[in-house]
């Protein structure tokens, strides 16, 4: 008999099988991660959709990862450039990240962005941002591992992280610099 509080979410299955789609996804969610906007040009028409699966893989050499869906529409476009450019979204960016996980062309219209060393778009505002190429893909069931060569890094100290939580945008406030607690 399974602890208080930790009753499996997809009810009994038989031994080996997979947990359910909907009780897995409800079990990611409560996994909070920051938020990441991925730019890119194509045809100079600025690009990017948002993650939320980025993480650092190595330091030397300098390595990051994301993940993305085989459905993304458009991950396609930023990968048709030479380079990509990943930001780190701020508190007060709910909007920008809504906008960029939508579907459709027009996302950027109205994002404040700057030029990286590249040319590429950098959301205005955001916590950091990395310039990348791609270094390696793995397929890995419904999604791409995206493995990217970091080449620039940039930071501002504007404000919290914009968090993804079960399902909605939320924030995080920070310790001032400095203040940071030990584990």
């Known amino acids: 008999m399974a602890a208080k509080g930790i009753e499996p979410l997809n009810g009994r299955r038989p031994a080996g099988a997979p947990p359910d789609p909907v009780a897995f996804r409800g079990v990611l969610g409560r996994f909070a991660t920051g938020v990441a906007a991925v730019t890119g040009l194509d045809d100079g028409v600025p690009v990017g959709l948002v993650v939320n699966s980025f993480t650092s893989v190595s330091l030397t050499p300098p390595l990051v990862s994301f993940c993305v869906a085989h459905t993304s529409l458009s991950w396609p476009r930023v990968r048709r450039g030479a380079r990509h450019c990943v930001s780190f979204l701020a508190e007060h960016q709910r909007e920008h990240a809504r906008r960029l996980a939508g579907a459709g062309g027009a996302k950027f219209g109205g994002l ?72």
């Open 112 to 183: 404040p962005w700057s030029p990286s060393p590249a040319g590429l778009p950098l959301l205005d505002g955001a916590l950091g941002w990395l310039e990348c190429t791609v270094d390696a893909e793995h397929v890995a069931g419904d999604h791409v591992i995206v493995v990217a060569r970091v080449h620039h890094v940039g930071a501002h100290d504007v404000s919290g992280p914009l968090i993804y939580y079960r399902g909605r945008y939320g924030r995080f406030a920070a310790p001032a610099a400095g203040r940071d607690t030990p584990l």
